[in-house]
T-cell receptor
Framework: KAGVTQTPRYLIKTRGQQVTLSCSPI?????VSWYQQTPGQGLQFLFE???????NKGNFPGRFSGRQFSNSRSEMNVSTLELGDSALYLC?????????????FGPGTRLTVL | AQTVTQSQPEMSVQEAETVTLSCTYD???????LFWYKQPPSRQMILVIR??????QNATENRFSVNFQKAAKSFSLKISDSQLGDAAMYFC????????????FGKGTLLTVNP
């Protein structure tokens, strides 16, 4: 079974631009979560989607948004990029989400904002 | 809000020896799950072990075991017979058992294994 894939793996943008990151979950998984990882703040939860619906959202500004498609693939978008958005963005998939279901992480997308 | 604290930013262990990583958490919930994740230098996060709060028995997975002290809100990870491949960043994480579908992570402990 293929693992969680994320594209692109690396991205360089400049301040003010917008970016879209993609995550393909493990086949059969319907829950996709997104996390931001930075040296200073560690791992922080962005949002979680299940069957195309956002079920939970972390404490991030509205510039961060996401969506999920009918095939469970998910995208997250960051508009008006700031230097502080430079981070490793991880997505994780699970069968139904929640603590009872193991989350499988992708390799991440390294975003650098110049 | 739930918080997870890992008080040891770095730890080191000799190959074949045992090391214990500490984690404490704060919650008012009774239904929750605790996890240890490993993130090797390649960056892919891997689940090491999981503990359901309602289970009194400590979880074990081969060389990895936990010491779950619910009253003290402590959840430590013991790695026995440490191997070079165990070198990684280890994250303790919390998840509610209800409808809050997110993981709350500690800051991590960087484990070095010396040959």
């Amino acid at each position: 079974k293929a693992g969680v894939t994320q594209t692109p793996r690396y991205l360089i943008k400049t301040r003010g631009q917008q970016v879209t990151l993609s995550c393909s979950p493990i086949s059969g998984h319907r829950s996709v979560s997104w996390y931001q990882q930075t040296p200073g703040q560690g791992l922080q939860f962005l949002f979680e989607y299940f069957s195309e619906t956002q079920r939970n959202k972390g404490n991030f500004p509205g510039r961060f948004s996401g969506r999920q498609f009918s095939n469970s693939r998910s995208e997250m978008n960051v508009s008006t990029l700031e230097l502080g958005d430079s981070a490793l963005y991880l997505c994780a998939s699970s069968f139904r989400g929640g603590g009872a279901n193991e989350q499988f992480f992708g390799p991440g997308t390294r975003l650098t904002v110049l | 809000a739930q918080t997870v604290t890992q008080s040891q930013p770095e730890m080191s262990v000799q190959e074949a020896e045992t090391v214990t990583l500490s984690c404490t958490y704060d919650t008012s919930e009774s239904d929750y799950y605790l996890f240890w994740y490993k993130q090797p230098p390649s960056r892919q996060m891997i689940l090491v072990i999981r503990q359901e709060a309602y289970k009194q028995q400590n979880a074990t997975e081969n060389r990895f075991s936990v010491n779950f002290q619910k009253a003290a809100k402590s959840f430590s990870l013991k790695i026995s017979d440490s191997q070079l491949g165990d070198a990684a960043m280890y994250f303790c994480a919390y998840s509610s058992g209800g409808s809050n579908y997110k993981l709350t992570f500690g800051k991590g402990t960087l484990l070095t294994v010396n040959p």
